[in-house]
């Protein structure tokens, strides 16, 4: 499950109305280095209560680079697609921002009780994971 443009609109990146938002402009953009205000969007959405939340995507020691840079490395950048991808799944599922979130950080046992928040940022086989138990949760299946 993956919409670029869902994903684009999670990062807050600016969209046209000619512009495609296909999967190759996407990953050009993750490539050229996402702008900073993409990390705050993210953390809004996920954590909006917890101020250091954007310090698990980032380390604090590298975020003042980045805020001054005004952009992204394209590992950062990747994994905060990442997210966005697995943040508009959940929302797809659960159909509300709250829900989504409770999803995301509780453990879950087919997660071997993890959060499953934790395996998104960890990598992509994590946040595949965590897509496979969303979609069996969408359709009826064991979840």
Request: charged share 25%; glycine share 8%; hydrophobic share 45%.
């Amino acid at each position: 499950m993956f919409a670029s443009s869902d994903v684009a609109l999670a990062l807050g990146l600016p969209t046209g109305p000619l512009e495609s938002l296909s999967p190759v402009v996407l990953i050009g953009r993750i490539e050229h280095g996402l702008p900073f205000k993409a990390l705050d969007r993210i953390a809004g959405l996920l954590a909006p209560g917890d101020a250091r939340f954007k310090y698990r995507l980032i380390p604090k020691a590298t975020l003042e680079r980045r805020k001054t840079a005004n952009k992204l490395s394209p590992d950062e950048g990747a994994r905060l697609a990442r997210l966005a991808n697995v943040w508009s799944v959940a929302l797809d599922v659960w159909g509300d921002d709250d829900e989504a979130r409770a999803f995301l950080f509780r453990p879950h046992p087919m997660a071997e009780d993890r959060l499953p928040i934790d395996l998104v940022i960890q990598s992509e086989f994590g946040a595949d994971l965590i897509i496979d138990i969303l979609g069996r949760l969408k359709y009826g299946s064991a979840a």
